[in-house]
C-alpha cells in the first residue's frame, strides 16, 4: 500500500558530507513522525535523529552538531544532512514514517521502513 524509498548514500571520505532522502509512495493521507536509524556492521538499529510532523527534531548525543533531520510534508520526504562525517558513522542507514494511508477498508496506519542506504566513510 505504501512504501519509502532511500536514495544518497556511498562512500566518502572522513570530514567530507552526504545528503541522504526517503521519500513516501503509495495512498498516503498522512506521514505523522519520521525518522532515521543506522545499524553499523554486527550491531544493533539505533535512532540518528527524528522529526515530528510539526518539525521538532531529537538527535542522538553522538550526531549533534553535526547532522540535521528535515522534511518536506508536500513531497512526504525526510531528508538526513551529515556532515564533517567519520569512520564511526558508516552504517546502513534506514528511514522509517508512521503512515496513514487510504484502502480499500478505510484508512489505516503502518509503522514503514526503508530498504536500507549504506553509508561507508574512509578515514
Known amino acids: 500500500q505504501v512504501q519509502l524509498v532511500e536514495s544518497g548514500g556511498g562512500l566518502v571520505q572522513a570530514g567530507g558530507s552526504l545528503r541522504l532522502s526517503c521519500a513516501g509512495s503509495g495512498s498516503i493521507f498522512r506521514i505523522d513522525d519520521m525518522a532515521w536509524y543506522r545499524q553499523p556492521p554486527g550491531k544493533q538499529r539505533d535512532l540518528v535523529a527524528d522529526?515530528?510532523?510539526?518539525?521538532?527534531?531529537n538527535y542522538a548525543d553522538s550526531v549533534k552538531g553535526r547532522f540535521t533531520i528535515s522534511r518536506d510534508n508536500a513531497k512526504n520526504t525526510v531528508y538526513l544532512q551529515m556532515n564533517s562525517l567519520k569512520a564511526e558513522d558508516t552504517a546502513v542507514y534506514y528511514c522509517?514514517?508512521?503512515?496513514?494511508?487510504?484502502?480499500?477498508?478505510?484508512?489505516?496506519?503502518?509503522?514503514?521502513w526503508g530498504q536500507g542506504t549504506q553509508v561507508t566513510v574512509s578515514s
Open positions: 522529526i515530528s510532523s510539526a518539525g521538532s527534531t
Open positions: 522509517y514514517a508512521g503512515i496513514i494511508y487510504y484502502s480499500s477498508s478505510g484508512y489505516r496506519t503502518s509503522r514503514s
